[in-house]
């Protein structure tokens, strides 16, 4: 497709469960980040990859977070043993990584809403 | 302690007439600003951006300005339309990773209503 996707749109999870979070960059883009919204907050940094490496992780707000890119595509955000402070907005972003002073705009998915009970 | 403010939650414009979206920041290391619009249940949509090396860009009826000194940007939209409802929010980057461009820190956001 010709945005980023990501899947699925909405997750209702337990408290205690584990649960996966999709996003399919646009494709050919070289960076990937993540970002969790809370409601009535601007998104907030969670993870960077720089094709399948992952650089930044200082945005994870515990062990319990943890995010792949494992052939530098595809991403996938996964949150174990999920409590009621993990419902959010979780947003994917792509960017061409165009290289210094040029710019990068990132490109955001349409976002998982997780809803943790 | 935020780094980008958005310091108006929320602003109502007549249609035609001018709509300014302010957006404040902190960090001086900041060199890249994006304004973004939100609808409900999708996700952020890329509006226009600004490097700190310029003072202003324009496309179409959006226009943002950059000013170093206050630290200051703001999107100027003329003339408003009701499709252009929606919260707008400001980020701002650095550059990072070895010469890319860093994660973004977002504003709060505020929300535009344009009445007919």
Same mark, same amino acid.
């Not at chain 1, 996938?76 to 165009?98: F, H, M, P």
């Given at each position: 497709?010709?945005?980023?996707? &990501?899947?699925? !749109?909405? *997750?209702?999870?337990?408290?205690?469960? =584990?649960?996966? #979070? !999709?996003?399919?960059?646009?494709?050919?883009?070289?960076?990937?980040?993540?970002?969790?919204?809370?409601?009535? &907050?601007?998104?907030?940094?969670?993870?960077?990859?720089?094709?399948?490496?992952?650089?930044?992780?200082?945005?994870?707000?515990?062990?319990?977070?943890? @995010?792949?890119?494992?052939?530098?595509?595809?991403?996938? #955000?996964?949150?174990? !043993?999920?409590?009621?402070? =993990?419902?959010?907005?979780? /947003?994917?972003?792509? +960017?061409?990584?165009?290289?210094?002073?040029?710019?990068?705009?990132?490109?955001?998915? $349409?976002?998982? !809403? #997780?809803?943790?009970? | 302690?935020?780094?980008?403010?958005?310091? +108006? $939650?929320?602003?109502?414009?007549?249609?035609?007439?001018?709509?300014? /979206?302010?957006?404040?920041?902190?960090?001086?290391?900041? =060199?890249?600003?994006?304004?973004? *619009?939100?609808? $409900?249940?999708?996700?952020?949509?890329?509006?226009?951006?600004?490097?700190?090396? *310029? =003072?202003?860009?324009?496309?179409?009826?959006?226009?943002?300005? #950059?000013?170093?000194?206050?630290?200051?940007?703001?999107?100027?939209?003329? $003339?408003? &339309?009701?499709?252009?409802? @929606?919260?707008?929010?400001? @980020?701002?980057?650095?550059?990072?990773?070895?010469? +890319? &461009?860093?994660?973004?820190?977002?504003?709060?956001?505020? *929300? /535009?209503?344009?009445?007919?």
């Amino acid at each position: 497709g010709a945005g980023v996707s &990501q899947s699925p !749109r909405y *997750k209702v999870a337990k408290r205690g469960q =584990d649960v996966a #979070l !999709r996003c399919d960059p646009i494709s050919g883009h070289v960076s990937l980040f993540w970002y969790q919204q809370a409601l009535g &907050q601007g998104p907030e940094f969670l993870t960077y990859f720089q094709n399948e490496a992952q650089l930044d992780k200082s945005g994870l707000p515990s062990d319990r977070f943890f @995010a792949e890119r494992p052939e530098g595509s595809v991403s996938t #955000l996964k949150i174990q !043993r999920t409590q009621q402070e =993990d419902s959010a907005v979780y /947003l994917c972003a792509s +960017s061409s990584n165009g290289g210094a002073y040029s710019g990068e705009t990132q490109y955001f998915g $349409p976002g998982t !809403r #997780l809803t943790v009970t | 302690d935020q780094q980008v403010k958005q310091n +108006s $939650p929320s602003l109502s414009v007549q249609e035609g007439r001018i709509s300014i /979206l302010n957006c404040d920041y902190t960090n001086s290391m900041f =060199d890249y600003f994006l304004w973004y *619009k939100k609808y $409900p249940a999708e996700g952020p949509t890329f509006l226009i951006s600004i490097s700190s090396i *310029k =003072d202003k860009n324009e496309d179409g009826r959006f226009t943002v300005f #950059l000013n170093k000194s206050a630290k200051h940007l703001s999107l100027h939209i003329v $003339p408003s &339309q009701p499709g252009d409802s @929606a919260v707008y929010f400001c @980020a701002a980057s650095a550059m990072k990773y070895g010469g +890319s &461009q860093g994660n973004l820190i977002f504003g709060k956001g505020t *929300k /535009l209503s344009v009445k007919p």
